[in-house]
């Protein structure tokens, strides 16, 4: 089965940036949605932020990124990204981006695919 690809993860210093991307390929991207979900160890998974590109680009973030992440797409190049700006230690987990049924209520719940993830560290 088809998988997003994600990269840019990396370690950063509390307030720095990291832009992350994903490549889904075929039945990988979803133009329903797509979405970043982020699992830290010993900790369950926290949908990050989404977006609908077939509904005009809309986004949804959780309160815990809003205001700092930016997930945006290009549909041209069947690309997703999430812009990560004033970094914090919590933000440190592995970042995952998949395709998704619906953007709608919790769309953690309708997960299609997913990548392999790419990890993020934040030091204080």
């Known amino acids: 089965q088809l998988q997003p690809v994600e990269s840019g993860g990396g370690a950063v210093q509390a307030g720095g940036s990291l832009r992350l991307s994903c490549a889904p390929s075929?039945?990988?991207?979803?133009?329903?949605?797509m979405g970043w979900f982020r699992q830290a160890p010993g900790k369950e998974r926290e949908g990050v932020a989404a977006?609908?590109?077939?509904?005009?680009?809309?986004?949804y973030y959780s309160d815990s990124v809003k205001g700092r992440f930016t997930i945006s797409h290009d549909n041209a190049k069947n690309m997703v990204y999430l812009q990560m700006n004033s970094l914090k230690p919590e933000d440190t987990a592995m970042y995952y981006c998949?395709?998704?049924?619906?953007?709608?209520?919790?769309?953690?719940?309708?997960?299609?695919?997913w990548g392999q993830g790419t990890p993020v560290t934040v030091s204080s």
């Open positions: 075929g039945s990988a991207y979803n133009t329903n949605c």
């Open positions: 977006i609908s590109p077939i509904y005009g680009g809309r986004t």
């Open positions: 998949a395709a998704v049924r619906t953007c709608a209520g919790d769309w953690l719940r309708y997960l299609e695919v």
